[in-house]
């Protein structure tokens, strides 16, 4: 369990201050809701913050990964940076091909099972990204050549291109590329999972 810290007090600021120099801590290291509760008959109003440490969200990853781990008869290590409000999880162990699976389809699993778990635990949707020694970057890479070759031909026929269904992730990243080039342009199409982009020539 994560732990959430509840502290009621009349003022914002002190109750935050407080609780940040007692704990050696700075803003930019926690997550915090605040919630202002109305006094009942001649009692004044009060203000409610709840606070959660970014160290202890770290370590619920971790032992959530550890946990997951067990269940599915493998040792799973963890390395956790917080980047930009994003948690890069880079999962560690002696079988990463049963951790990414076919066509990454087990990794995907994975990160959704982490990130429903912290909704779950602090009721805050924190950006994840899983990977396993770089699998994500390197399909990116194959992605970006694959795509770059499609758009040389769209141009140059005017005939559009649908791609193959993809993940929301990779979706945002062909729309990226593809409008670096003011004669092309992308729609996405169709439900999750089968959700894919066209790229298609630009008429002026």
Avoid: C
């Amino acid at each position: 369990m994560l732990e959430t810290i509840r502290i009621e007090g009349k003022n914002r600021e002190e109750i935050l201050n407080n609780f940040l120099q007692e704990n050696n801590l700075s803003l930019e290291e926690i997550y915090l809701k605040e919630e202002i509760v109305e006094g009942k008959l001649f009692k004044s109003k009060k203000t409610v913050i709840e606070i959660i440490k970014k160290e202890d969200i770290k370590k619920y990853i971790k032992e959530y990964i550890e946990n997951l781990g067990m269940n599915m008869g493998i040792k799973i290590d963890s390395e956790i940076r917080e980047n930009d409000e994003i948690y890069n999880i880079m999962l560690i162990s002696s079988n990463n091909n049963i951790l990414i699976g076919k066509d990454g389809r087990t990794l995907n699993a994975l990160q959704l099972l982490i990130h429903q778990s912290l909704i779950h635990q602090i009721g805050l949707n924190i950006k994840i990204n899983v990977d396993v020694s770089n699998y994500k970057d390197k399909k990116l890479k194959r992605l970006e050549y694959e795509v770059r070759k499609i758009m040389k031909e769209v141009e140059k026929t005017k005939i559009e291109a649908k791609l193959d269904p993809m993940n929301s992730y990779e979706r945002r990243y062909i729309h990226t590329i593809v409008s670096e080039n003011i004669n092309l342009e992308t729609e996405s199409f169709g439900e999750s999972p089968n959700r894919y982009v066209v790229i298609r020539y630009k008429e002026n």
